[in-house]
Nanobody, 127 residues
Framework: QVQLVESGGGLVQAGGSLRLSCAAS????????MGWFRQTPGKEREFVAA????????YYTNSVKGRFTISRDNAKNTVYLQMNSLKPEDTAVYYC????????????????????WGQGIQVTVSS
């Protein structure tokens, strides 16, 4: 099991930036693909971005392409989500997730792919 702790959330004005971090422990981080999801009250948790275990492949939902960047530092056991040009509709609780990645790469855009989740962190974008 991988333990995940998110940080970096908060309140920001529209057009501003935030960087979320997710620190992992408990397993060999470089064996795990990582994802970011978000959820608002009454809605399903939705995919935001994902990165393969090596960092060589990244994936984004259409609404954040060109604004958000996912990256990882395997030496620091941390995955990041740089969020620029934030919009009020980006307001949500953001969750970090992990999934062991073997030879075959799973669909990293699907919530059920992931086996370990952080507690979530609030991001609020004011208009």
């Amino acid at each position: 099991q991988v333990q995940l702790v998110e940080s970096g959330g908060g309140l920001v004005q529209a057009g501003g930036s935030l960087r979320l971090s997710c620190a992992a422990s408990g397993r060999t981080f470089s064996n795990y693909a990582m994802g970011w999801f978000r959820q608002t009250p009454g809605k399903e948790r939705e995919f935001v971005a994902a990165i393969s275990k090596s960092g060589g492949s990244t994936y984004y939902t259409n609404s954040v392409k060109g604004r958000f960047t996912i990256s990882r530092d395997n030496a620091k056991n941390t995955v990041y989500l740089q969020m620029n040009s934030l919009k009020p509709e980006d307001t949500a609780v953001y969750y970090c997730a992990a999934r062991y990645q073997g030879i075959l790469r799973p669909d990293l855009t699907t919530r059920n792919t992931y086996t370990d989740w952080g507690q979530g962190i609030q991001v609020t974008v004011s208009s």
